[in-house]
């Protein structure tokens, strides 16, 4: 199964480099973003606690440029990436064409091969952009629990078993609120007897 991702995201890769690079620098812009808007409220609040308002200032001007420049970013790559998109498919489905002209007409008079077929023309790109999306969602949660166990290193260690029972509680209380609610469903759907 991995041997055929790391095939079809080569593929994918070899027919637009400049796709794939646009997108990780993209993940890489909202990362340290992200980042950077999570750490400015820990320093807005230590610099109000200190009164020192240029300091302030200058926080909140680097938040709003922060928001802006990633804004401006995200606007001039969107149509790039919509155009690249569109080109990678446009060569998927030449590929995909080129390799149905070399098949056999007798393939077509199996049962069930013209669906398999045509099922496969229909998810073809879809299959290479999720390969795509797949490793940068991969990489993205990757930078993403760096930063959030990062972030709990500040806590204190009864805090952070504090937190986390009563996130044991939380889920063990939404687990058995869920279970609540399909089983009513269940009774008005008339699907168990009670009694």
């Known amino acids: 199964m991995l041997k055929r991702y790391l095939y079809i995201l080569k593929y994918g890769f070899q027919i637009d480099k400049s796709y ?6 993209l993940t890489f812009i909202s990362f340290i973003s992200s980042a950077i ?5 820990k320093i807005l609040l230590n610099a109000i606690a200190l009164k020192n ?49 070399n098949l056999d007409l007798e393939y077509f008079d199996r049962p069930g091969s013209y669906d398999k077929y045509t099922i496969t023309f ?13 490793l940068l969602s991969f990489i993205s949660s990757f930078l993403q629990v760096g930063l959030v166990i ?17 996130f044991q509680i939380f889920l063990v209380e939404l687990f058995y609120l869920a279970k609540r609610d399909f089983l009513e469903i269940v009774i008005q759907v008339g699907m168990v007897r009670v009694g």
């Open 53 to 101: 308002f240029r300091a302030i200032l200058i926080i909140l001007c680097l938040s709003f440029f922060i928001s802006t420049i990633e804004a401006i970013i995200s606007r001039f790559f969107s149509p790039r990436l919509s155009l690249l998109r569109e080109k990678i498919n446009a060569r998927i489905i030449n590929d995909f064409l080129h390799k149905g002209i």
């Open 37 to 41: 808007i999570l750490f400015l409220p």
């Open 150 to 166: 990062y972030v709990l290193s500040w806590l204190s260690p009864i805090a952070l078993l504090l937190s986390w029972a009563l």
């Open 122 to 134: 229909g998810h073809c790109c879809t299959i290479v952009q999720g390969s795509f999306d797949i």
């Open 20 to 25: 794939l690079s646009i997108r990780l620098l």
